[in-house]
Each structure stands twice: as structure tokens, then as C-alpha cells.
């Protein structure tokens, strides 16, 4: 039995910028700058989706030289799907925090 | 102004040692990721703040994985623990009950008395539902009762001690009015996280 809970705000800003490009990986990094979440709100909840077969990572070699390898991200089907029913319809700036951190 | 940017990276490099370090083994890869990725920040100071979330992530993943696996001790170790934390408080209870029925004990003094060490008796009881019948859980009202309970065990038994009712020693006290309390606290969790548990799956 799953409990079905909301996702977070968090959660849904992230869902959403993994589905605009739902077949591309995308960096750690990358996610930070599109959502605006700092690194120790985004990198929990990349693991808990993980962790329930929402989201697929692996390695990617770094593109420049000398670099150590990224973890990417994307959503699998069933994130993809999860992310269809959690974003609502109307998602999309409201969202978005503004620069000062706060929700509009 | 270049040492001090170098001062910054470095010490983003240490705390995300030190995360890498401090996390759950089977997080590991995911402080390795952040670590590999601070690499593509472009500033110091952004570098800095993304290291403190490293920190951040490893603490509270090293929490929650603690929390977790205290649910899987041993259920002879859970036994031994109730039994030193619970088992001087039933006795208590026993005796106390004993000589306020018999009167040797006035009512004023052992009705106040027995009721606080009840967390005892129900404690154990607790114990054992929580050992033999790991299917169940407690449901919310139970764990506000118990809770009251326990703070009501704390209070009279300060209140004991205060009062110089009985010669108390500071290890009466840790026996009678700390860790009964305290064990109450680690069955609640466990049964808490049992009600969780599918949700974690």
C-alpha cells in the first residue's frame, strides 16, 4: 500500500522542469539554476524520486577535459507519468520562486 | 583576491569530504555526484553555499537512515532494553499498589504514586505487543495517552524528589523518572515508522 501524498512545492517545480525535456539528461547543476532550489533541497528529493523509480541517473563524462564525470537525471515513464497528474494544468511562473526565495 | 578565491574552493572541498564521509553508505554516490559537480560552479561563493547543502544532504540522510534502522534491532536486545528501562518502574508500581491497598501507604501520598509508575506496567505491556506482534502499531490516541503518561511519570517523580518523600538517590531518580520515559519515547518511534513503513517503500 503507497500512501498518496501531495508533493511538495519543491517536488513540483523540479517535476516540471525535468518534464519540459522529459527525454534529455539534465545536471545536478543545471536543475539548481532552472528551479532556484540550492543544492541541499534539490539533491534530496532527486533521491527519494530515485527511490521510488521516478527518475533515472547515471555518469556522464565530463565534456571537458581534466573534469570528473556528472550524475544526470531524467524522469522514466512513470515519472513522466507521475509528473503529468502532479503538475497542475495552470503550472508554470506562479510557481517559480522569486529571486528572493519566496514563492509568488 | 586570487587566495581567497582559492581559500573558498578549498574549503568547499573540504566540507564535501567531510559530507561524502559522513553520509549513509548507500548515499555515497550521491555526495560523490555533488562533489563532482561543485567543479562546474562558476563562483566562489555559489561553490561555497552548494558545499553547505553537501553538508546539509549528509546529515540529514545519516538521520533519517539511523532513524530507520533502529526499527530492525534485535527483538532480544529491544526485550533486554525495555526490561532495564521499564522493569524498576513496574516494580514500583507493584509495591506501591501493594501497601496503598493494605494501607500502609495514606491515599494522598500512593494514589499519586501508583499512577505514575503505571507507565511502568503499560510500558512493558507495550514492549511486547511492539516484540511479538510486529504487524500492529499503535494508533494515535494510544501514543497521546502514553505520551501524557510518561510526562505525568516525570513530573510526579520530580515532584518526589523535590519533596523529599522518599530518600532518592540520583539513580532512583534516572531509573524512575528518566528512562522509563525515554524508552516509552524509542517503542512510539518504532511503531511510528511501522505506520510509515509503506509509504517508504
Redesign the interface.
Known sequence: ???N?RPSLHTLLLLEALSKRPRAWQ???EL?QITGL???????I??RLCDRGLLE?QWKA?VQPG?????VYRLTTAGTAFARRAIPADAGSQRRPAPDGEFA | MRSRKTAARAAAALLLKHAAWASPRN?K??LQ?????V???PDDASAL??A??????SY??RADNMSRSSTSLPPWLLCLEMVVCLGPLAWLFTGALAMTGRGVMPLSFGIPLVSAALLGPVGLVLALRTVFFKGRSVGPITTIILTLLAAWTVLECTEQVLQGAFLWSWRDYVLMALLPPLAVAHLLQINSQRR?A??I?
Not at chain 2, 33 to 37: L, R
Open positions: 500500500m503507497e500512501r501524498r545536471y545536478g547543476y539548481s540550492q543544492s541541499g533541497t534539490l539533491y534530496p532527486l533521491m541517473s565530463a573534469r570528473p564525470p556528472r550524475h | 548515499r554516490q550521491w555526484a555533488m562533489a563532482h559537480e567543479e562546474h560552479v553555499w552548494w553547505l547543502g553537501s553538508i546539509f544532504v540529514l540522510e510509515a509503506p509509504a517503500a
